[in-house]
């Protein structure tokens, strides 16, 4: 009877801040990975399981010889410290250069990388998201990027009515420290 509780509370918890379906999205339709390129560093962030207790969140992404994209997260974490993890991204459909799929070998991780807009040289807003129809829940991934540590708020305010107005979860948005 205890774990039926906890369960449901978990997941009323998790309900409360995902509906079911994942919004339309729309990706930056003249999106070029060249510009993309470089170092990117987390401003924001939703609740995203994998980064639970971390801070310093960045990207480096690269060219590789075979048209893909290479990746490299890095992190500190509460719990084990120093932490990174190579992947590589490639576009899924040539028709939306926006719309990427990025493929962890350790641990094995596949997931979609949805540029909705960048600059490029200032800020990016990625967000993807995963329904899970047997609970009736979605799990969304959004993530607000800069190429230097910090964002303006109104930057950071413009970029979260976009995903607003798409339908996304923005409530549990919130400030990843960059204080390394």
Partial sequence: ???CVVVTIILAVFSRSCSADCPKIT????????????????????NIIFEVASKCENATYTANDNGTVG??????TEYS?????HGIAQVKDPA????????FSNPPRKGDYNV???????????YACEPIPIIGVRMEFIWILSRK???????????KKILKAMGANV????????DC
């Fill in 171 to 178: 409530e549990s948005v919130k400030p990843t420290k960059q």
């Fill in 149 to 159: 540590k910090a964002l303006s708020p109104s930057r950071i305010d413009e970029l």
């Fill in 1 to 3: 009877m205890f774990s």
């Fill in 81 to 85: 410290g120093y932490y990174s993890i």
């Fill in 96 to 103: 939306e250069p926006g719309a990427l799929e990025v493929i």
């Fill in 71 to 76: 990746v490299w997260n890095q992190a500190i």
């Fill in 116 to 126: 909705i807009t960048t600059d490029y040289s200032e800020y990016a807003l990625v």
């Fill in 27 to 46: 990706t930056q339709k003249d999106f070029n990975a060249t510009k993309y390129l470089g170092a990117w560093y987390e401003i924001e962030r939703n």
